[in-house]
C-alpha cells in the first residue's frame, strides 16, 4: 500500500468527529479492550443466554432443517 493513502488515512481518522466511524475502525482494527458482550444491553444477552441453554438442552433446530424451510418458503415461489 502507498504511504501516502496510509497518511491520508490517518488525517482522516484524525479529523473525523463520527463516533461511528471511529467505531467501525476501532472494531476493524480490533483495539476495543472491551469484549462486545458487555455493550450489549442486558435483555439481549439474557435472550442469547436462554437460546444458548435451550441448544445445550437439545431443543434446537438444526441448521439444515432452517435453511430447508427458508429455501423453501423464499426460493421456491
Not at 42 to 71: C, S, Y
Amino acid at each position: 500500500m502507498d504511504i501516502a493513502l496510509k497518511y491520508k488515512i490517518v488525517e482522516k481518522i484524525i479529523q473525523s468527529n463520527d463516533d461511528n466511524i471511529l467505531n467501525e475502525i476501532n472494531s476493524l482494527l480490533g483495539l476495543s479492550e472491551n469484549d462486545f458482550w458487555s455493550d450489549l444491553p442486558t435483555p439481549i444477552q439474557r435472550a442469547i443466554d436462554k437460546a444458548k441453554n435451550q441448544l445445550d438442552q437439545g431443543e434446537g433446530i438444526p441448521h439444515e432443517e432452517v435453511m430447508a424451510k427458508i429455501k423453501s418458503r423464499f426460493l421456491n415461489k
